[in-house]
């Protein structure tokens, strides 16, 4: 399909892109590449390289840039159609429909569409001309591809930018290469307190052999897993977040190699691996003791709504003792969700604060240790009385729905404010008076947050984010403040009861902040410094149960969130160890059954003629990394060959 030629005036954002860099990057390139690479730049600055944007890139994409900490290069997959400016095709990767991926950085490309694909953004399409002085490589010899192109003759390409992935070099000693094929949501954790994890995996050879899979482990990041290469790797990931590794001898089996193990393939010495690694989740330990173990199966809905305190939820439950002997599918058996009150003593607890800790929309699985299960309640009060004492039982759980209590924003009157502050007070009174602390705690920390998160218990000089939703407010009276201290001085005796003396010191704290002269917080807090805080709970615990903003809120909270890429900053050099060699890595699938039955081995030498397996290509249907659309076809052609190259000139020897 010829190219559109009514596109009217150029870009002229983009012929600028050149002089609207920072003075301080132009800086960074003159150090780095030399006087006369920048000034040759500069020269190549001219009308004849134009860009017409004919798609906006999609919201929501990842700003990557050269910079990032252990950045070493991109991929992109792209569709492309090229012409001379008469109308005559002479490359299309539409003509089969199959997008194609690249690395920006490799040695033997056109100059000009190296520059083209790296002003764009993923989902972008634009078209561009390329003047004869860009159509060869940056060295200045001709370009393998595209060929058969006559000399001094200026080129036009259709170009959509599907995807963006980032390669990262985890030691920067090119020893551990990580693509990352999945991002993470943004709010997923890279850090947690716990060091055990749960991925899925696939390692193979380069000739595409299987030499270990799982379909889910668990280990220990200090001790480690299958090779050196996994924790390091899983280290830098967040949860859900999958990726693509190129694994040198050093970070896998060295010298030795392994032998086979049972029906896994032996590894030859000096191998290297790739591995599709998917981080699944953190092993969580919550509850009040940190006594259970949660492991996620599958993240929430895009809704994101956490289950607080006192939730009426709706669940599929499926319970089984160690043995795998299943004693509760409520849920499953007639279609209907199992339903109940969060935190209300309705369930036994272990139920209560696994499912408080999970969103709308999450299937995670659960180990209880039996005083959290059945151990002091008896099972027979709960219709399960073949389940033994001092059972330690694991629950499967899907949460369906999540609604929670009204949240104070939504309470238009004082008085009702009042009369809820109120009522979670004296629930909290019930719970301490049963030694129940933590659930307690929960009611009296909802009481004194009602208060401070309504519009009318807004503190004097206190920076408030309710103010920051221009939502009117009044400032505290003396009834409610009177209220606020009694929460507050009841939630710090729950802490010290939990063995929690720092945060029942900085409640007293919160008292003093607003009445310093407040004389039993002052000798309150003056004893517990003689205590040190003994506590290893679950750090959540204590506040879990309310929300500080209803999430249709969070999007006006999200100031200065966005940022704009400038197009050509995030390509360029920086001071990573990649300049353009080539490296080679199969198909590595998340889930192959068996291992590859037809070997391809990637030359030792690479031709330019003939190119060989894209260095990156995985044929992994996974949301990209910065991507903003996706391949129809899960196929990926990697017989072209297009090797980009990043922006900048080569470093001078």
């Known amino acids: 399909m010829p190219i559109s030629l009514e596109l009217g005036e150029p870009d002229q954002s983009f012929y600028n892109l050149w002089k609207e860099e ?6 960074e390139e003159d150090e780095l590449w030399g006087d006369e690479d920048v000034e040759e730049e500069l020269s190549l600055r001219h009308p004849g390289f134009n860009k017409w944007t004919v798609q906006q890139a999609a919201a929501g994409g990842d700003l990557i840039r050269a910079k990032d900490k252990n950045f070493y290069c991109l991929e992109v997959q792209v569709h492309f159609t090229g012409e001379l400016v008469d109308g005559t095709q002479f490359v299309s990767s539409r003509e089969n429909d199959i997008p194609e991926r690249f690395i920006l950085g490799q040695e033997d490309v056109m100059h000009g569409f190296n520059l083209a694909v790296s002003s764009m953004q993923p989902g972008e399409k634009a078209i561009f001309t ?58 997923r954790e890279q850090s947690h307190s716990s060091d055990f994890v749960f991925v899925k995996y696939n390692a193979c050879l380069m000739d595409g052999t299987s030499v270990s899979k799982s379909e889910g482990v668990e280990f220990r990041l200090t001790d480690g897993f299958f090779c050196p290469a996994f924790a390091h ?35 030859p010495p000096d191998a290297t691996l790739y591995v599709h690694l998917q981080f699944v989740c953190w092993i969580r330990q919550i509850g009040e003791d940190q006594g259970i173990a949660k492991k996620t199966l599958s993240i929430g809905n895009s809704q994101r709504i956490h289950t607080q305190s006192q939730a009426v939820v709706k669940v599929r439950l499926l319970g089984k003792l160690q043995d795998g002997t299943v004693f509760d599918h409520r849920g499953h058996d007639d279609g209907e969700p199992f339903e109940f009150v969060v935190d209300e003593g309705q369930v036994i607890d272990g139920l209560d604060e696994s499912v408080m800790t999970m969103e709308e929309g999450e299937v995670a699985e659960f180990t209880i240790p039996p005083q959290h299960a059945f151990d002091a309640v008896g099972s027979d009060q709960h219709q399960f009385p073949f389940v ?10 899907e949460l369906l729905s999540v609604v929670n209590e009204k949240h104070p924003l939504y309470i238009p009157s004082r008085s009702e404010i009042v009369e ?10 019930i719970y301490f008076n049963l030694g129940k602390h933590l659930r307690a705690h929960r009611r009296y920390f909802k009481a004194r947050q009602i208060i401070a998160y309504s519009r009318f218990g807004v503190r004097s000089g206190e920076f408030n984010l309710i103010k920051l939703l221009s939502i009117p407010t009044s400032e505290i009276d003396a009834q409610l403040e009177e209220m606020w201290i009694s929460s507050t001085f009841k939630a710090a005796k ?9 945060q029942a010191s900085d409640y007293y704290g919160e008292v003093l902040n607003y009445d310093a002269a407040n004389v039993q917080a002052q000798q309150q807090q003056k004893l517990l410094q003689e205590f040190p805080d003994g506590s290893s709970r679950d750090p959540d615990a204590m506040q ?31 001071k990573h160890s990649y300049r353009g060699g080539v490296f080679y890595i199969p198909d590595v699938q998340a ?50 060959g297009f090797l980009f190259r990043c922006f900048g000139p080569s470093p001078t020897n």
């Open 22 to 27: 920072c003075e301080e990057l132009w800086e």
């Open 130 to 187: 390329i003047p004869p002085a860009l159509t060869m490589t940056k060295a200045g010899s001709p370009a393998s591809i595209p060929s058969n192109i006559p000399p001094n003759q200026t080129l036009r390409f259709e170009i959509e930018l599907i995807a963006m992935f980032t390669v990262i070099d985890i030691f920067e000693d090119e020893g551990i290469l990580k693509k990352i094929v999945k991002n993470a949501e943004s709010d």
């Open 233 to 267: 790797a899983v280290h830098t990931m967040k949860e859900g977040e999958e990726a693509v590794l190129i694994v040198k001898p050093k970070y896998a089996f060295g010298e030795q190699g392994r032998p086979s193990q049972g029906e896994e393939t032996a590894v």
């Open 388 to 397: 033994p004492r001092n059972a330690t039982v694991v629950y499967k759980i």
């Open 420 to 429: 809820y502050a109120s009522r979670k007070e004296k629930e909290g009174d």
């Open 494 to 502: 729950c802490a010290i009861q939990l063995g929690c003396c720092k």
């Open 544 to 574: 879990r149960g309310f929300e500080r903003f209803p999430p249709e809120y969070e999007s006006e909270l999200q100031l200065n969130a966005t940022v704009s890429a400038a197009a050509f900053s995030p390509r360029r050099k920086g």
């Open 591 to 640: 889930n192959s059954s068996q291992p590859a039955s037809t070997p391809s081995t990637a030359p030792s030498t690479p031709n330019p003629t003939t190119p060989p397996t894209n260095a990156l290509a995985t044929g992994t249907s996974g949301t990209p990394s910065g991507s903003a659309a996706q391949s129809s076809s899960g196929t990926i052609n990697t017989n072209r």
